[in-house]
């Protein structure tokens, strides 16, 4: 897909949010709704997609809609840590299909990174199972 094209209504972040799908939900207020990736790149593996804005990536994203959506994506990568007791965090965004982005509707992705822990292909690795994914969800939850 291209950078810039029309939001799409039927991707499955916007199902998600209206609860047509499930997901292992993290963190949810009205402006950023944060759940488990289910093809993580490593356990911990955490998206935050905003609410209130059909924003295909960072770029589409209004400037008065930026910093508190920005502020829920920190809160969460500060549980992340706290939760899991990670080496480091990885925080990062794609935008369009170029540069990795899969999923065209915003999200963050927060990935725990550990010492000699390899990281997997970003969307190439297998699907987890929910009831793992809850128990790692819980422990984040715990420190939000």
Excluded: C
């Amino acid at each position: 897909m291209t950078l810039h094209a029309d939001y799409d209504p039927n991707n499955i972040f916007a199902k998600i949010l209206r609860g047509e799908m499930p997901a292992v939900k993290v963190y949810e207020d009205d402006i950023a709704l944060a759940f488990m990736d289910v093809f993580p790149q490593v356990e911990g593996h955490t998206l935050v997609i905003p609410k209130r804005a059909e924003a295909r990536n960072f770029l589409d994203l209004p400037g008065d809609k930026l910093g508190s959506y920005m502020q829920r994506v920190q809160k969460v990568a500060r549980a992340v840590e706290a939760g899991l007791k990670p080496d480091g965090v990885l925080v990062t965004q794609f935008n369009g299909a170029p540069a990795g982005q899969t999923i065209f509707h915003l999200h963050f992705h927060i990935i725990p990174r550990w010492e000699g822990v390899a990281l997997g292909r970003h969307g190439e690795g297998g699907m987890a199972k929910p009831e793992d994914l809850e128990v790692i969800a819980a422990k984040i939850r715990a420190a939000l």
